[in-house]
């Protein structure tokens, strides 16, 4: 492989042979093209799936604002828009964009050599065909009972094990073949879905290689990037077999996705650590334990994705079953026990300081338990639709509900986290509770499930599972003849009307910040807990009113929000012992000067700088320069943000929303200012613990 050329896919027998080819013009001009490929797929997005009343030229105008446009190309129902420089693509590749009331469809750009490497279409086509919502349909209408309908639904959707082992488990056996020759020896695993028994027909594989070596993070024989370079020379010379092969190598777990040609089948390829497998096969294991737990798992599954509340930046299937397990694992429905007791009576297997393994022999006392499906849907969607995710942690592992509190302070949590304890002693290494809504995962104890997840996709989860408990309440009258039909073809979309922005900010280890430096020893401060909960409120409500201020540039007024009927402008908030007003309002207008071509200027390099003092720099170059756009039209902005204090744990929560703007224009701005206020409070919060400053110091 010494003397392989990546450029030209060609492999040459000795080295002067190869040192010729690569000063040749053939080369070179190969060389040439792939890098201007790859500049042109860093600068470039593919915006899709356009609505018909959404002109294109508009579409292009609109992604000015991001950045300056070097070409674009305008399809039947695409639009290819090139920046000048790779930011502008980075950012909206990240990011959810609205326009007109609608959710742009914003892909990277593929730039293929020819048209013979592009997956066909018609495969993806016959893959998709089984599950296409018209065609479930058609069992509502043929079959007459719930059971009926549930077992050919299940029958339509599922992969059979014969499909798998046919479609699926051959190609991990072709690449444990293709491999051997670069890793001797390798072995390939199926995980996820397909290894659970929940794979739908035209599903995506997850597989785990093991190359048989161990893999190093910098020092040794293979590291990833030198596995991930062994594994895209064999892939690009095999084009034939391997088509859309994208290497993603800077991510948590790293992967190299691509399609499958024999089997049409799009395949991700991880080597970091078989933490998948064994997740995989504690849910297989949970199937087998109660005959009603796989169906009620697909029908959620299929009504998560329906619902559009399973995918990229919302709930994972994965974080979805786990809260299936964690709703079957509730004493008043005991089908299923803590996971926890599964790992009790076998010796451990470790992997990165996690026990992996589990016993699936374990004894458990009888279910007692003798609801039918619909009645566990029903169960599900009333338990979580009232949930308090904001407050407390989902634990599969033990079965229980803790405060987010609890996990702040390790050392009061139960013996039997011992395990979880020692790991996260270290700081970086904690189960992070900072997001809106947190599942423990049951095998890495320091892992949130639902990180992604954002708060509105949270509360609008909780929508649609109110709006999915009166639906199979409402079926139970015709025995749920209609129950499937009604949950699986229901329209749920979000109501436009009520955007809003959820933000939370939890003290976590913030919470001695900013005290006097005799503060242990003032006997004039008798309650010192409540000081010190009150104190972080009035620094984090006046660095959220600095963010607004001076970081957005707008015009900020304050008002009393505990009696929302008697609402009272507030000139000063300078007494940190006074424990009202619990709820704040400030009411912010003026424009988005500060928000656009932020990535494009530059702040303060100074280090020991506050990030809130960096930001404000930053914001001051942007409205220089966006004053001087002469396409720059600015966008009035009047919305308020409701700040309330929450004491268990000690938290704040932050919520925008706006009845003086159009919702297409708020969605925007306020979810980019949503971002803004955590970062940098949380930021700013952790530079005045390192330097132990105080609120005026910043």
């Known amino acids: 492989m010494e003397n392989y050329c990546e450029v030209c896919s060609l492999q040459l027998r000795d080295n002067h042979e190869f040192q010729i080819h690569l000063s040749g013009q053939k080369h070179l001009k190969k060389y040439q093209f792939k890098e201007f490929q790859r500049r042109i797929t860093e600068n470039s997005i593919f915006v899709s799936s356009i609505p018909k009343m959404i002109p294109k030229n508009t579409i292009v105008k609109y992604f000015q604002q991001y950045g300056q446009i070097a070409k674009h190309k305008i399809g039947q129902n695409y639009v290819i828009i090139e920046f000048e420089n790779r930011e502008p693509a980075e950012y909206l590749l990240k990011n959810p964009v609205w326009l007109h009331n609608t959710k742009l469809n914003i892909q990277k750009r593929i730039f293929y050599n020819n048209e013979s490497k592009r997956v066909p279409e018609n495969h993806l086509a016959e893959t998709t065909k089984a599950i296409d919502l018209d065609c479930i349909k058609s069992i509502f209408n043929n079959e007459t009972t719930f059971e009926s ?17 046919a479609r699926y488990e051959s190609i991990c056996k072709f690449l444990d073949k293709t491999f051997a020759f670069v890793f001797p020896n390798c072995r390939s695993y199926r995980f996820g879905s397909t290894q659970m028994g929940l794979g739908f027909k035209e599903c995506d594989l997850d597989i785990y290689m093991n190359i048989g070596v161990p893999i190093c993070e910098s020092n040794g024989a293979f590291t990833m990037k030198k596995v991930f370079k062994e594994v895209k020379h064999v892939m690009y010379k095999m084009n034939n077999i391997f ?171 139960p013996d039997y986290m011992t395990r979880y304890k020692v790991i996260a002693m270290q700081e970086e290494f904690k189960l992070s509770v900072g997001n ?39 079926s139970q009258e015709d025995n749920y003849k209609n129950l499937l039909e009604n949950l699986l073809t229901y329209d749920y979309k979000e109501d436009v009307d009520n955007f809003m922005v959820v933000i939370l900010i939890l003290s976590e280890s913030s919470l001695d910040v900013g005290l006097p430096d005799n503060f242990q020893v003032r006997e004039d401060i008798v309650h010192k807990e409540i000081y010190k909960k009150d104190n972080w409120y009035f620094i984090v409500f006046n660095i959220v009113k600095d963010i607004f201020e001076k970081v957005c540039k707008l015009q900020v007024t304050v008002l009393s929000a505990d009696n929302e009927t008697k609402q009272q402008k507030i000139e000063v908030l300078s007494d940190v012992h006074t424990r009202k007003p619990q709820k704040l309002l400030l009411h912010c207008t003026g424009n988005d000067s500060a928000l656009l071509n932020r990535r494009s200027c530059t702040g303060s390099s100074d280090l020991c700088r506050s990030p809130l003092n960096k930001e404000i720099s930053i914001s001051d170059v942007a409205v220089e320069k966006n004053s001087k756009r002469q396409e720059y039209k600015p966008l009035k902005l009047d919305f308020i943000c409701i700040f309330e204090k929450i004491d268990n744990p000690v938290q704040v929560q932050l919520v925008l929303k706006s009845d003086k703007m159009k919702n297409k224009f708020f969605k925007n701005c306020g979810n980019f200012i949503g971002s803004k206020l955590r970062k940098i409070t949380m930021k700013t919060l952790a530079h005045m613990k390192r330097y132990k400053l105080t609120l005026n110091d910043i």
């Open 149 to 165: 309908q549930l077992e050919t639904f299940l029958n339509t959707v599922l992969l059979s094990d014969a499909e798998v082992e």
């Open 243 to 413: 088509m859309n092969i994208v290497p993603i190598l800077k991510a948590k777990t790293p992967i190299i996705k691509c399609y499958y040609v024999p089997n049409k089948v799009s395949c991700d390829i991880s080597f970091k650590n078989a933490f998948g497998i064994y997740k995989s096969n504690l849910i297989k294991h949970c199937l087998s334990l109660d005959t009603r737990i796989k169906p009620l798992m697909v029908l959620i599954k299929f009504w998560g994705r329906q619902s559009e509340m399973s995918g990229s930046g919302k709930i994972s299937n994965y974080g979805l079953l786990l809260l299936i397990i964690f709703y079957l694992q509730q004493p008043e429905i005991g089908i299923l026990p803590p996971l926890m007791e599964f790992q009790k009576t076998c010796e451990p297997i470790i992997i990165d300081g996690w026990q992996v393994n589990f016993d699936e022999n374990t004894v458990l006392p009888p279910i007692t338990n003798y609801s039918t499906i619909p009645q566990l849907l029903t169960g599900f969607f009333e338990f979580y639709a009232n949930f308090p995710f904001k407050r407390n942690i989902i634990c599969p592992w033990d079965g229980i509900a803790h405060t987010k509190e609890l996990f702040t302070k390790t050392s009061n949590l």
């Open 436 to 474: 809106f809504a947190c599942i423990q995962d049951p095998i890495e104890l320091n892992h949130n499930n639902i990180a992604s997840a954002y708060s509105k996709q949270i509360i609008l989860f909780q929508k649609n599972c109110k709006i999915s408990a009166e639906i199979c309440t409402s």
